[in-house]
């Protein structure tokens, strides 16, 4: 080195260190936790701060095996945001030891294994919930009924095997249809009522205020959680003209599930994701339908996991294919020269 | 994170509608940049003069040119030289003296190396040697670009190539567009600032000067419009050098920008100009663009009148500085006279250890160990700074995340993540196809990196290294021709050698057998025995 | 819990026969401008053309021509490479880094340079120290690219652009009036560090 300073800026000129990035998400996920704790379901606090020390233990085994620095690694937070967003992700009725099966698979599967922090082709938060709700189906579904949500509701609902509103409105709705099958009536309003009463919509208000101040302090881009959302409404707006009209409105198909939570907070993540502007409106438009698709045609109430994962691997296509169109340009010059 | 948000916003305007056409005052958006907050300190008021630097004892001038070859002095320890001499081709001495000494000295170059210098005991100045430099029968006879060459003018933005040069790299019926660049982006550097400041109506003299030396079709001004002291200065100048001179070819398009930096490096003032970055490998001047530095301009204009490049205007700022200001500096002489002049000796005294000082701005420039280095004319600007633990930054450096920042603010269109990539693994014919060698070094993807990867370092040093391979292997090719031809050659002898040998045992062979007298008695008594 | 070892014994299986197959497939698979994928072009002479490839090989060697190798040149060298099977590994001044090269280029194994041809040495050139020299020419014979000029009877002096320090001028000199001066990194070469 001989002394030579190789930094380029002065420092005070550098700023939103990973660390600082990690701190902003953690702030934007608060008032979709405090909602979560207060109205849904107050384990999750219990979850998250496992999963957190969980995480982070398994973080500095896997560190310490792989001979790097555990301390100066573990400071930039990564770490914590995924355990967080992995935990709010689950039922907050899965066992302890499921919960730990999916941040150590989380922590090796989906992060160590292709190199750490910064290499992993798939969200790792996504991968042990993929693991998980394929290893468990049974308690990955079982979201928590208890807190008087559905006392309210205007239907019985069969408390043990409701899944997210979701698949509760789902049940409903084909419960209705079936045993309706003569009448044309519809249940939009129905529908609308059951969203209403629950606070899940509430919920996904504030993973969306959550979101808007991600973008305010410009953590994420708007492309991705952008191209999701429309994507998805588009698609809700297209399904519900020209198929049957038990199909949620669009508007509301937003604000049910995780796809806000999903939007804003998992699809962003920018290890995983596409690095090109017009690759971030592609992969969030993939992320959309694939997303719409699993949620509709397949067994799954929430496809979003699926979907980001599907798209994760398709990340290095996109990327490749959408190289800024300048250097497109200059490389096919010297090519043909 | 403003400057995110300018360019997200800016490429959306240009993506969408092609047709955009930009408000002739504003020019165009640019890819990428950093708005960084003004912090100009230290400029004059306006319309007063910038402060001369009184002349050092000593004067250096390092003998090499743009390229860093180091070149043969054409003067001897002990001559007298006067101001505008040459020391060497391309260095002229800027103060009369005595040449006493020719040796390495410490340069100003980031990599703290030592060059061959001509060191130059001065003695005033006298009014005698530029009267005689004009009323020199050769110097009336020159043309215009050999009156430039002759003052040895060259770029004072920061790359400081030859303007001499520049202008014989285009024929002056192509020059489509002479672009005046006073746009300077980077914090603390107000050099051209403080000078239109001090002296506009000779900046636009000189712009007209040269518009009529080039016979360019269109002129442009840039200039960020930021600089509220300064534009309506230059705007006054235009206006009653419009009412002074009837010629009405002379028109100045003043254009304001948008303070992005670096919209004063050639190539993104060009695209933010004309809204096409110049594809790579190709020069504003292959494209009929003309593109001079505010203080370039007014010296080519000097030296129509004789007066050789001599000065320059640098800025002594950053946030240690006692005494932010802009001054006029003899080239050649030690920054550690300048911040002794400016009132900055604790600088000189504290620097390594509680100060450093910079040559250049707090993102362009480099660290100066030694404060004995002689100013150039590409020194636009020390910065005296507080020191940091520069093992601070390299320590938390972590992996790259993919976040793409680096790409949103490059202003060359570049994807610094890949090229990053591609660096660390050492595969340079990826970053070359992802354009490694387009890289203007101006440090927006550090600034904005969370990873606090020092992506700038990383490119300048694979830069060098693909420059040393193509160099070696260069060399080597070199060598391989003239092993094989010394090869054939050696082959031919040997061929040449054995014919002549050959040649010449055939000879022998003839002569003997006409002469052998033993082949003459065997054949004989052969004869003699048959015969029986 | 037979189920269960069934489940551990197809499961094993199944990732051995993946594992094989990966180990395969991992094989380096040649560059396109190698030797064995011009077999796969529908060219009409079958037999990759010896010639490209001893210029593509001679091309790769650094052309110090300093005969470390055991051959007299470079050029020799590749033939030898290319004709006679020699071992990759001879050349010290190309390293570590020309031994990767070549082994891609042919699809061979690697190998560690071989120590008995010497160690890699930084860039250095030769220099006659004027005043002993006795003008014998015997070093300007033996140079390889004709980098010392003189005459006999004359000073002789090093070409030091042309010079590629091999060291064969050494051993003839009667005098050893030649010395061997570490390139001294001139300006314009200088590099940016490498970045911690």
């Known amino acids: 080195m001989s002394g030579i300073s190789l930094e380029v800026a002065a420092v005070k000129y550098k700023r939103q260190s990973v660390s600082v990035v990690m701190t902003h998400v953690l702030i934007a996920l608060l008032p979709g936790v405090i909602v979560y704790a207060l109205f849904i379901d107050a384990r999750v606090i219990k979850n998250i701060f496992i999963a957190v020390i969980i995480a982070a233990l398994c973080e500095a085994a896997m560190l310490a095996l792989r001979r790097r620095p555990v301390i100066t690694t573990l400071k930039d937070g990564s770490i914590i945001v995924a355990a967080a967003l992995l935990a709010l992700s689950l039922p907050q009725s899965l066992p302890l030891w499921q919960l730990i099966v999916g941040i150590v698979v989380m922590c090796s599967l989906g992060k160590h294994v292709f190199g750490g922090l910064g290499h992993n082709p798939f969200n790792p938060a996504m991968v042990a919930y993929a693991v998980l709700i394929i290893s468990f189906p049974q308690t990955m579904t079982q979201w928590n009924t208890e807190l008087g949500l559905l006392d309210s509701a205007p239907i019985h609902w069969d408390a043990l095997t409701s899944a997210t509103p979701l698949e509760r409105l789902d049940t409903t709705l084909q419960n209705k249809l079936f045993e309706s099958t003569n009448t044309t009536s519809i249940d939009k309003e129905l529908a609308a009522d059951v969203l209403k009463q629950s606070n899940w919509t509430l919920l996904a208000f504030m993973w969306l205020l959550g979101g808007v101040y991600l973008l305010a302090v410009k953590v994420i881009n708007w492309r991705i959680p952008v191209s999701v959302l429309a994507t998805l409404w588009l698609a809700y707006l297209a399904y519900g003209s020209l198929s049957s009209s038990t199909v949620i409105p669009a508007t509301m198909a937003l604000f049910t599930g995780a796809i806000l939570f999903g939007a804003f907070f998992i699809a962003t993540d920018p290890v995983s994701s596409a690095t090109s502007h017009p690759g971030k409106l592609f992969y969030g438009v993939g992320i959309g339908l694939l997303c719409f698709f699993i949620r509709e045609f397949s067994h799954y109430p929430e496809g979003f996991a699926f979907a980001v994962l599907l798209m994760n691997m398709c990340v290095p296509l996109i990327d490749h294919t959408f190289v800024r169109n300048s250097l497109r340009t200059d490389n096919a010059k010297r090519d043909s020269t | ?241 419009r009412q002074s001179i009837d010629d009405a070819a002379v028109n100045i398009e003043l254009i304001l920008l948008s303070p992005i930096y670096p919209s004063g490096a050639e190539r993104v003032l060009v695209q933010r100009i004309i809204g096409k970055m110049p594809s790579a490998g190709i020069r504003a001047t292959d494209q009929g663009i003309l593109c ?110 993919r976040c793409s920042r680096c790409s949103d603010v490059c202003p060359v269109g570049l994807l610094p993540q890949q090229l990053h990539w591609y660096c660390d693994k050492t595969l340079t014919d990826d970053a070359m196809r992802f354009g490694l060698n387009d890289c203007i070094e101006c440090g927006c993807c550090d600034v904005v990196c969370p990873s606090l990867i020092q992506l700038t370092a990383s490119f300048r040093h694979n830069k060098a290294t693909l420059r040393e391979q193509q160099l070696s292997s260069q060399q080597a090719q070199i060598s391989k021709v003239r092993f094989e031809q010394r090869e054939q050659r050696l082959e031919q002898r040997a061929l040449q050698a054995q014919s002549l040998r050959r040649q010449r045992a055939k000879q022998l062979q003839a002569k003997t057998a006409e002469h052998d007298p033993i082949a003459a008695a065997m054949a004989r008594a052969r004869a003699r025995r048959t015969n029986k | 819990m037979s189920s269960a070892l069934l489940a551990i014994v197809a499961v094993a299986l199944i990732m051995a026969l993946v594992g094989y197959a990966l180990s395969r497939l991992s094989d380096p698979i040649p560059a396109d401008d190698s030797p064995s ?157 490498k970045p911690a």
């Open chain 2, 1 to 241: 994170m403003a400057e995110t948000g300018m360019s997200w916003l800016s490429r959306f305007r240009s993506s969408n509608n092609k047709h955009y056409a930009p408000n002739r005052h504003e020019g165009f958006p640019p890819i990428g940049g950093l708005a960084l907050t003004r912090n100009k300190p230290g400029l004059p008021a306006p319309g007063s003069p910038i402060k001369d630097i009184c002349l050092p004892a000593q004067l250096v001038f390092p003998l090499v040119d743009y390229h860093k070859h180091v070149l043969t002095p054409v003067v001897s320890v002990g001559d007298c030289v006067v101001i505008g001499d040459w020391l060497a081709p391309g260095v002229l001495t800027s103060a009369n003296g005595v040449v006493s000494a020719i040796e390495d000295r410490s340069i100003i170059h980031p990599s703290h190396c030592s060059a061959l210098c001509v060191v130059i005991d001065t003695c005033p100045d006298t009014e005698a040697t530029l009267a005689a430099i004009q009323t020199n029968e050769v110097f009336s006879s020159l043309t215009a670009h050999e009156r430039i060459r002759r003052a040895n003018v060259s770029g004072l933005g920061g790359a400081g190539f030859s303007t001499a040069n520049k202008l014989a790299a285009i024929h002056s019926s192509d020059i489509k567009l002479l672009l005046i660049n006073a746009v300077e982006c980077e914090p603390m550097i107000s050099c051209d600032e403080a000078l239109i400041l001090s002296d506009a109506t000779h900046i636009i003299e000189a712009v007209i000067q040269m518009i009529n030396i080039t016979r360019c079709a269109r002129c442009v001004l840039a200039i960020e419009d930021d600089k509220i002291d300064a534009i309506p200065l230059l705007q006054a100048a235009i206006k009653s050098s």
């Open chain 2, 292 to 401: 001079l530095n505010v203080a370039t301009t007014l010296a080519a204009s000097a030296s129509q009148h004789g007066a050789p490049l001599i000065w320059r205007v640098v800025s002594v700022a950053g946030s240690a500085a006692a005494q932010p200001v802009n001054v006029r500096v003899r080239l050649g002489t030690p920054v550690s006279h300048v911040l002794e002049q400016t009132g900055n000796e604790s600088a000189i005294n504290n620097s390594g250890c509680t100060m450093r000082i910079r040559a250049g701005g707090p993102l362009s420039g480099f660290d100066l160990p030694n404060l004995n280095v002689p100013i150039t004319a590409t020194t636009n600007c020390i910065t005296v700074e507080p020191a940091i633990a520069s093992e601070a930054a390299i320590d938390s450096a972590s992996a790259c995340i």
């Open chain 3, 37 to 193: 994928s011009d077999q796969t072009e529908g060219t009409t002479n079958t037999e990759p053309n010896t010639a490209q490839i001893i210029e593509a090989v001679n091309q790769r060697l650094p052309q110090t021509q300093c005969a470390q190798c055991g051959y007299p040149g470079c050029r020799p060298y590749a033939q030898a490479i290319v004709n006679d099977n020699a071992p990759i590994n001879q050349c010290p001044p190309g390293g570590t880094e020309l031994i990767n090269e070549l082994a891609e280029y042919l699809a061979v194994e690697p190998l560690a340079l071989d120590p008995e041809r010497g160690v890699t040495k930084p860039e250095q050139l030769a220099y006659i120290v004027e005043d002993d020299c006795i003008g014998c020419v015997l070093c300007i014979n033996a140079c390889p690219v004709d980098a010392i000029v003189g005459a006999a009877r004359q000073m002789h002096t090093v070409i030091s652009d042309q010079c590629t320090g091999c060291e064969l001028c050494l051993p003839p000199c009667p005098v050893d009036c030649i010395e061997l001066h570490p390139v001294d990194q001139p300006l314009h070469r200088w590099q940016w560090p």
